[in-house]
T-cell receptor, first 114, second 112 residues
Framework: DAGITQSPRYKITETGRQVTLMCHQT?????MFWYRQDLGHGLRLIYY???????DKGEVPDGYVVSRSKTENFPLTLESATRSQTSVYFC?????????????FGPGTRLTVT | GENVEQHPSTLSVQEGDSAVIKCTYS??????FPWYKQELGKGPQLIID?????GEKKDQRIAVTLNKTAKHFSLHITETQPEDSAVYFC???????????FGKGTRLHILP
């Protein structure tokens, strides 16, 4: 049971470049989420998706783009990376909106923008 | 806006003693409150959760209590061990838009 995986685990990119972080889950969960984790801010929601082709903004969506053409994948794209987007990014998934509500996280991607 | 506040931000306890982390939430319609443990270099891991229809839930050395009237909930860890050292996050499900909102975390240090 692979669960939820993220790739790459580490990424260094330059300011202005486009970078895509991948998230894949094997549970057929309806909901998927992207969070960023920064010291002093905890986990902040970037975007989420309730199902394939349905996405919505979270708390800090600016500078990010998401898509969800398949239930199992939820890529996050930084169209033009900035230093302020240096962070650890976590993908998460949850079965549905009516329960069970347990939400599971991937191992994270550490992104550095130089 | 909707938020979850968590205290303290750092907590040090002697091995074998108890640790308590407290959280408050703003959305009175919230009905699900999970707690996560995050070890260094790993993703947050769900350790216990509670629904709004119960006031307390226990799982071995950890327990969570919920006071819906006061809109606060707490994590209790008894007989702390070195492996309990980690960052703990509380969270609440916001029913309006199905999002889980997290507190800012508590770094727990277990002192030998």
């Amino acid at each position: 049971d692979a669960g939820i995986t993220q790739s790459p685990r580490y990424k260094i990119t330059e300011t202005g470049r486009q970078v895509t972080l991948m998230c894949h889950q094997t549970w057929s969960h309806s909901y998927m989420f992207w969070y960023r984790q920064d010291l002093g801010h905890g986990l902040r929601l970037i975007y989420y998706s309730a199902a394939a082709d349905i996405t919505d903004k979270g708390e800090v969506p600016d500078g990010y783009v998401v898509s969800r053409s398949k239930t199992e994948n939820f890529p996050l794209t930084l169209e033009s990376a900035t230093r302020s987007q240096t962070s650890v990014y976590f993908c998460a998934s949850r079965l549905s909106s009516v329960g069970p509500y347990e939400q599971y996280f991937g191992p994270g991607t550490r992104l550095t923008v130089t | 806006g909707e938020n979850v506040e968590q205290h303290p931000s750092t907590l040090s306890v002697q091995e074998g003693d108890s640790a308590v982390i407290k959280c408050t939430y703003s959305d009175s319609a919230s009905n699900y409150f999970p707690w996560y443990k995050q070890e260094l270099g790993k993703g947050p891991q769900l350790i216990i959760d509670i629904r709004s229809n119960v006031g307390e839930k226990k799982d071995q050395r950890i327990a969570v209590t919920l006071n819906k009237t006061a809109k606060h909930f707490s994590l209790h860890i008894t007989e702390t061990q070195p492996e309990d050292s980690a960052v703990y996050f509380c969270a609440a499900l916001m029913n309006r838009d199905d999002k889980i909102i997290f507190g800012k975390g508590t770094r727990l240090h277990i002192l030998p």
